[in-house]
C-alpha cells in the first residue's frame, strides 16, 4: 500500500509531440502528489504538483491529471522540447506532505527527439 | 538561492572500508533525507531525520547509519562498505509544514571496488 507505481520506464517523442507519464497508488490516504524532475549530473527538483481536491493543474506546457477513483494520476508535457529530456518522478504523501516524507516511483527517462 | 551541498561529487572506497557522506543545507530546514538512486529502482529513501540528533529508519537502512549533530548538516555512515552499496546517493532537506517541497544536492557518486 506505501507503493507509488510508475510508468513508463522510457518514453521517446518527437519534438512537439505530448509526453504522458503515469502513476498509481493503493493508499487512499496520500493527500499530497508532487513531480520532480532530474537532469542528468542534478539531483530531481519539483516541477508541479497537486492534491486530491482538484482533477487538474496546469504550469505552463506541464500538466497533472488527477483521479482520485482510479487513484491515478499523470503527468502531461504538451509540445515537448529537447530541453524537456530527463528523469521525471512521481511521488506521494501524507498528511499534505507536512513532514516531508515522499515515496517516489521509480521514475521515467523522457528523451525528446528534435 | 536554496542550497544543499554535498561532500563529494565522486567516491571511490574499497570493501570494508568506512564511508562517510555529508550533506549540509543553508536553508535552515528541519527535514533532511538520505536516497540511493539505481537505475530501475528509482529513489530508495534510506534514512531521514526531523530534528538535531532525531533519525528514522528508511525503506533501505539496512548496513547505513546517520548522524545528525547540527540542525544544518545531515551525514551518511556506511560502517564497513560493500560492493552492492555502489549507487548515487542524493541528500535533500525540507522544511515543516505542508506542502513540503524536497530540495536536493547534486549527489555523490559511490563506487565500492
Known amino acids: 500500500q506505501q507503493q507509488v507505481k510508475q510508468s513508463p520506464q522510457s518514453l521517446i517523442v518527437q519534438k512537439g509531440g505530448i509526453s504522458i507519464i503515469n502513476c498509481a497508488y493503493e493508499n487512499t490516504a496520500f493527500d499530497y502528489f508532487p513531480w520532480y524532475q532530474q537532469f542528468p549530473g542534478k539531483g530531481p527538483a519539483l516541477l508541479i504538483a497537486?492534491?486530491?481536491?482538484?482533477s487538474e493543474k496546469k504550469e505552463g506546457r506541464f500538466t497533472i491529471s488527477f483521479n482520485k477513483s482510479a487513484k491515478q494520476f499523470s503527468l502531461h508535457i504538451m509540445d515537448s522540447q529537447p530541453g524537456d529530456s530527463a528523469t521525471y518522478f512521481c511521488?506521494?504523501?501524507?498528511?499534505?506532505?507536512?513532514?516531508?516524507?515522499?515515496?517516489f516511483g521509480k521514475g521515467t527517462k523522457l528523451s525528446v527527439k528534435p | 538561492d536554496v542550497k544543499v551541498t554535498q561532500s563529494s561529487r565522486y567516491l571511490v572506497k574499497r570493501t570494508g572500508e568506512k564511508v562517510f557522506l555529508e550533506c549540509v543545507q543553508d536553508?535552515?530546514?528541519?527535514?533532511m533525507f538520505w536516497y540511493r538512486q539505481d537505475p530501475g529502482l528509482g529513489l530508495r529513501l534510506i534514512y531521514f531525520s526531523y530534528d538535531v540528533k532525531m533519525k528514522e529508519k528508511g525503506d533501505i537502512p539496512e548496513g547505513y547509519s546517520v548522524s545528525r549533530e547540527k540542525k544544518e548538516r545531515f551525514s551518511l555512515i556506511l560502517e564497513s562498505a560493500s560492493t552492492n552499496q555502489t549507487s548515487m546517493y542524493l541528500c535533500?532537506?525540507?522544511?515543516?509544514?505542508?506542502?513540503?517541497?524536497?530540495?536536493f544536492g547534486p549527489g555523490t557518486r559511490l563506487t565500492v571496488t
Open positions: 536553508m535552515d530546514h528541519e527535514n
Open positions: 535533500a532537506s525540507s522544511e515543516t509544514g505542508p506542502p513540503s517541497e524536497q530540495y
Open positions: 497537486i492534491r486530491p481536491d482538484v
Open positions: 511521488a506521494a504523501s501524507f498528511n499534505g506532505g507536512s513532514q516531508g516524507n515522499l515515496i
